[in-house]
């Protein structure tokens, strides 16, 4: 190898993680702010209207899984319309992990048929802990179904074995929900 070939591959190293890398980063960085920025803007705080006065408080969040809830999330939207419960859901997106930590507490959930969570895993720990600390370890509020929008999806495997969410949320049945109480 000659002295050129190193001196050049150096050169190219330090051009690469010095002006080039950053701006890739940044780029990435700014196109994903964006992209969380307007899917929370387009579904936060929106409510679906149906014919049944139950209601189902959908939570929505964006970051989980590298935008993978916000890829799904207009299919499961889909999925729930369809359902002959046709269900009120009123959509919520976390804007932060301490949006959803208190999420149970600061907003009345009691009123709600349930709770579907499309996010991680660590997105349902973060909604439990809170109010299971303050309970005693009781849940005392509407049962949560997951939907896997994260990277690993541990929990919904555990759950629901390999299935999808359009199949966890075609399977789901309002019959076998048992309200804590």
Known sequence: MSPYTIIYAIISYKL???LILPCWIQRGSTKWKLRLKTFTANHDGKVIAGE???KLLFIAVPSSGAGRAMDIYDECIEELQKREENFTIEVYVT???????????SKDVSGYYGIIVLGGDSSITELIQVPLRQ???KW???PILHLPGGST?????ELHGMKSHK???GQF???KVKRAG
């Not at 999806?153 to 495997?157: A, E, P, R, V």
Request: aromatic residues 2%.
């Open 52 to 54: 049944n006065k139950d």
């Open 135 to 137: 309970n005693n370890g």
């Open 173 to 175: 049945s309002t019959e």
């Open 95 to 105: 804007k932060s992990s301490d949006d959803i930590k208190n999420l149970v507490v």
């Open 16 to 18: 690469l993680a010095t």
């Open 167 to 169: 199949e966890i949320l």
């Open 140 to 142: 005392m509020y509407p």
């Open 153 to 157: 999806n541990l929990l919904s495997k």
